[in-house]
């Protein structure tokens, strides 16, 4: 069991930011990544559909064997992470508990902002997280939905995204916020940019560094750290294999062997 692959799931390409930070923080262990690219984006969907999704996903991943699972979507965590976690023995994780608990340590004026797709704003996961933390904590929210199809378009330095950033943050900047937690798996590729626009009173915090220690944590308690392996890491989608491939080689810090297309509905 504990060198078997931890099972790490996206909607797309966002996850592997996540998937970055796994490598990076615990590089003994294997990973199976799937990625949804053939019905991304998850953060314009309905929680049912989000929930049917994931449950697919999770039986798929479970057929690799995995000893935990990695919900690398803040539109997943907010909305299925809950109901699948159920559904399964092994630990589920999301990405939003790490990621508020991050903002709540890191703001000092109390006074944080959250930036997402509607899906998770709508869900209203992260103040309800934070505020549990902290309640004399206030959130600040705004979904900023053309930031993921910027990213995949592969304009994360252009002007065209700093003058949308600069649009979408204009309110929530406006609230004398100390901390803006990224609170989609696209926007720390988008971070010097974001950066920029908030300036540099705002700290920025991404969810998936605290993710990582949060497995970690997790694999510990539970005694399934890998011990004495060859880290393996392996990759599907559900659609466009090379455009998956090519992203994946600019951002992670392993080699990208085969990546192998999954028809979903075999998963029902
Ligand atoms: N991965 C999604 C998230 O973190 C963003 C992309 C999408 O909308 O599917 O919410």
Redesign the pocket.
């Known amino acids: 069991m504990n060198n078997s692959p931890i099972g790490i799931f996206?909607?797309?390409i966002?996850?592997l930011t996540v998937a970055r930070e796994i490598m990076r923080q615990l590089p003994d262990e294997s990973t199976v990544y799937f990625g949804?690219t053939a019905r991304?984006?998850?953060?314009?969907?309905s929680r049912d559909t989000i929930i049917s999704f994931s449950r697919q996903i999770m039986k798929f991943l479970m057929t690799k064997n995995v000893k935990a699972i990695v919900v690398?979507?803040?539109?997943?965590?907010?909305f299925a992470l809950d109901t699948i976690a159920k559904e399964t023995d092994i630990p589920v994780i999301g990405?939003i508990e790490p990621g508020a608990k991050a903002a709540a340590d890191t703001t000092i004026n109390k006074r944080i902002g959250v930036i997402?797709?509607e899906?998770?704003i709508k869900s209203n996961t992260y103040p309800k997280v934070i505020k549990s933390i902290d309640p004399d904590i206030q959130v600040f929210s705004k979904a900023c939905?053309l930031f993921?199809p910027l990213v995949e378009e592969g304009w994360q330095y252009d002007s065209v995204t700093y003058e949308i950033a600069d649009r979408y943050l204009y309110d929530i900047m406006s609230y004398d916020i100390d901390t803006l937690v990224l609170?989609?798996?696209?926007?720390p590729l988008i971070r010097r940019t974001i950066q920029k626009v908030v300036g540099d009173k705002v700290t920025l915090v991404s969810p998936a560094y605290e993710t990582a220690k949060e497995l970690e944590r997790i694999l510990a308690g539970e005694d399934i750290r890998a011990h004495a392996n060859k880290a393996e890491h392996h990759f599907y989608v559900s659609d466009s294999v090379e455009r998956f491939r090519n992203f994946a080689g600019t951002i992670l810090p392993c080699e990208i062997g085969p990546v192998e297309c999954v028809n979903m509905e075999q998963y029902n």
């Open positions: 996206d909607s797309g966002g996850g949804d991304v984006p998850y953060g314009s969907k690398a979507c803040n539109t997943a965590s907010a990405v997402a797709t899906g998770t939905p993921v609170g989609c798996t696209h926007y």
